[in-house]
């Protein structure tokens, strides 16, 4: 028989986000509860998990791992009060107040809810794919791209749209030469997004083609293409392959509970981390499919705890 307990405020999600809305959430004396989650949406903490090198995380001139920011944001959340839970939720149901989260092994009714379940990457499910991830194969050129084993080297991005436009041409910035691999015979992007990539000489377009494996032991070292409409193969030595194929956002819980957008993410209010429904919150990549880094998913976390512990005080939960 479960648990089943009062709160009020509960969090679903512990990365960035979500320890940021623990912190600030339980230095304003909310008690703030927290399901980290196990294996649902990859692995507690988010992301980062699965990153190596973070160098863009104000605070830490030297860089710091994935891993261990997230467990440096994990006891800055217990230090402060927030009790955490290593369950995945496995229904909510928001129709009406106090909401209720069940996890597998507890009920948990809560006034006001914080929804920071993040987004996915999408994989390209190739052969080498897990044994060179984090090795060269990454799925964020912002945030991997200036790394020393990728300056001056061969980089290889994998998609068509704006997104695909952007990392490309971000990584410029660093490499000797970016090929950009692309399924169709042309982009999805905007047009002058396009117009960018095609006249910027360091990018080189491979139209039809598609990714279908990497070489390598402990790096990478080369990239498996094949021509689409010839079945033909060839390998490019390169230093790093990029995906930029999207993401998809963990909101099957909230499905026809919330707002979501076309692609799936949370609707929020304006400015503000409101949901359509009065009392649930969201924050960092479940809502956020622009910025995607670990710094704005914090701050969001900050203002969706901010927003919280005002309309708790409105009295309206």
Avoid at 123 to 136: C, K, M, T, Y
Avoid at 204 to 218: I, K, L, Q
Avoid at 241 to 256: R, S, V, W
Wanted: with cysteine.
């Amino acid at each position: 028989m479960s648990e089943h307990r009062m709160e009020k405020v509960v969090i679903i999600g512990s990365g960035p986000a979500g320890h940021a809305a623990a912190i600030y959430s339980a230095r304003a004396n909310l008690r703030p509860f927290m399901f980290e989650g196990f294996i649902s949406g990859g692995v507690a903490g988010g992301q980062l998990m699965t990153t190596t090198e973070v160098e863009n995380f104000p605070g830490f001139p030297e860089g710091i791992t994935g891993p261990e920011l997230m467990e440096r944001m994990r006891a800055q959340s217990e230090r402060f009060g927030t009790r955490i839970e290593t369950e995945d939720v496995e229904s909510v149901d928001l129709s009406s107040r106090p909401f209720v989260v069940k996890s597998g092994s507890q009920t948990v009714s809560a006034r006001a809810l914080i929804i920071a379940t993040g987004a996915t990457a999408k994989r390209l499910a190739i052969p080498a794919e897990e044994r060179l991830w984090n090795r060269g194969i990454s799925a964020c050129a912002v945030c991997d791209g200036g790394l020393p084993i990728f300056r001056d080297r061969v980089l290889v991005v994998v998609g068509g749209g704006d997104t695909a436009m952007e990392e490309a041409m971000y990584l410029t910035h660093f490499a000797s030469k970016v090929i950009l691999v692309h399924r169709r015979g042309e982009f999805r992007a905007s047009k002058a997004m396009q117009k960018r990539v095609i006249e910027d000489k360091k990018i080189m377009v491979m139209w039809n083609s598609a990714v279908v494996d990497a070489v390598g032991e402990t790096g990478l070292r080369g990239v498996v293409i094949r021509h689409l409409p010839d079945g033909k193969e060839r390998t490019v030595e390169a230093a790093g392959l990029f995906y930029a194929i999207g993401h998809t956002p963990n909101t099957k819980l909230f499905q026809g509970q919330l707002d979501l957008d076309e692609t799936g993410y949370i609707v929020t209010l304006g400015r503000s981390t409101r949901t359509s429904v009065e009392g649930v919150f969201a924050a960092g990549d479940v809502q956020d499919k622009v910025y995607r880094q670990a710094i704005s998913a914090a701050g969001s976390g900050c203002m969706a705890a901010l927003d919280c512990e005002r309309w708790l005080a409105e009295g309206q939960g």
